[in-house]
């Protein structure tokens, strides 16, 4: 077979965008308008208000807990199984975070574990789509008004994926996105939180760009009027914020990205599916994520459970090890249980805030569903721009599968 490559990740119109941007005089968000294009072009393809487009999906985080008002000593719940950033992001909002355990099959937040987890001092609850896999939103929001606490969807890995007919992304208080160099779309770094409540928009872009008093939920720019800005008599800030602006440069690139949207999830979609036909028809210990009935996934990365040493005798490492020496491309662990890493067995967050953090302490058996499969977990590439070379892999799987049966 001739050799099969990934096409470029710049098909579309990220050149042009991007030369448009040099060529002009504005590189900032504080002066340019392609941050306010993708803004209001995310959101409106989302069906959301507003659109705030930051410069990571982990400031998207801190100012949307900000924005919701979660400050110190207040509780954050997130899930068990995601990366460290929901952790660190409630940490920058002086708050404590809470761990939620999953669902062993769809390894997203378990709802059935969440209620008894809620305090008088918990402020905001992170579901995290992994993988791409929407959550099971109904209770999580049914719990979440009852107890008067904000959602804010972490959508990071999912893009375009639905529950039970509606949008995931639409149905928290804010949905946050990443744009960070792995994503369905992506600018290198960056990210957009999603919300149809001005209030929460405001604050998160006041949060993300230095608490300048005139930024507004629909309007980045704060150089509006020169007569007044100039003055030395304006008053300028009215919050505490951080510099979480994207610059014009990654939004050009964004919007770029996000006009071919339907086509990149498109193919991580199908890319998926070739692996996960092979993983279900030759073998019984390559488990993929569950996407329940009624639910699309977005398949950010196709989610594994191997049970392969208990089914064959043949270790996780094993495994990859042969799949890669046979044409296949690596493919990744899940990251530890948040609350298992150094940072938060060591409690290095304690010397932040005392007073805050004195008896918090973290350690094994908080949330044994997530602690039983994380070591079993793996992330499959989905990202192929060639479906070609997408089933090209797939077929490496079916003959390294082969082989393991004649041994
Ligand atoms: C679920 C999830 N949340 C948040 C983030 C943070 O996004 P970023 O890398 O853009 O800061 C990521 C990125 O890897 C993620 O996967």
């Not at 959101?43 to 979660?70: C, D, I, P, Q, Y």
């Not at 039970?164 to 779309?185: D, P, V």
């Not at 044409?327 to 805030?353: N, Q």
Request: glycine share 8%; with cysteine; aromatic share 10%.
């Amino acid at each position: 077979m001739s050799e099969l490559k990934n096409p470029s990740k710049y098909l579309g119109n990220e050149l042009v965008y991007l030369e448009k941007v040099l060529n002009s005089e504005f590189w900032s968000a504080t002066t340019g308008n392609w941050n306010q294009t993708l803004e209001k072009a995310f959101a409106e393809r989302m069906g959301t208000k507003f659109g705030v487009a930051l410069n990571s999906g982990t400031s998207t985080l801190h100012a949307a807990l900000e924005a919701a008002g979660v400050g110190p000593g207040d509780e954050v719940i997130s899930p068990a199984i995601t990366v460290i950033m929901n952790t660190t992001a409630t940490i920058h909002a002086n708050a404590v975070p809470v761990y939620c355990d999953v669902d062993p099959d769809t390894f997203n937040m378990d709802p059935n574990k969440l209620e008894k987890l809620i305090t008088p001092k918990t402020k905001a609850i992170i579901p995290v789509a992994i993988y791409g896999l929407p959550c099971d939103l109904d209770p999580i929001l049914e719990i979440a008004k009852k107890h008067n606490i904000v959602v804010i969807e972490d959508n990071a890995q999912c893009f375009l994926g639905t529950y039970k007919g509606r949008l995931a992304g639409t149905l928290g208080h804010m949905a946050s996105f990443s744009f960070e160099n792995t994503k369905h779309i992506s600018c290198g770094e960056g990210g957009i939180i999603i919300t149809d409540n001005e209030k929460y928009a405001e604050m998160v872009r006041k949060i993300g760009g230095h608490g300048f008093k005139n930024l507004r939920a629909e309007e980045g720019r704060v150089r509006l009027n020169a007569d007044v800005f100039q003055s030395p008599h304006y008053k300028r800030h009215d919050v505490i914020g951080w510099n979480y602006r994207l610059s014009e440069f990654l939004a050009a690139v964004a919007y770029a990205q996000l006009e071919r949207i339907d086509d990149l999830v498109e193919l991580r979609v199908k890319s998926a599916q070739y692996f996960i036909d092979i993983m279900t028809s030759e073998c019984d210990y390559l488990i993929p994520q569950r996407t329940p009935e009624g639910y699309s996934n977005s398949y950010y990365t196709l989610g594994v459970k191997y049970i392969g040493e208990e089914k064959i005798g043949v270790k996780w490492e094993e495994f990859r090890k042969a799949y890669v020496e046979a044409g296949g491309d690596g493919f990744y662990g899940a990251w530890s249980v948040p609350y298992l890493e150094p940072v938060m067995t060591e409690r290095k967050f304690v010397k932040r805030l005392p007073d805050v953090y004195k008896d918090v302490y973290y350690q094994q058996g908080l949330c044994p569903v997530a602690e039983q499969i994380q070591p079993l977990l793996q992330q499959w590439k989905s990202n192929y721009r060639s479906l070609d070379l997408a089933k090209h892999k797939a077929e490496i799987l079916r003959t390294v599968i082969k082989r393991f049966k004649n041994r």
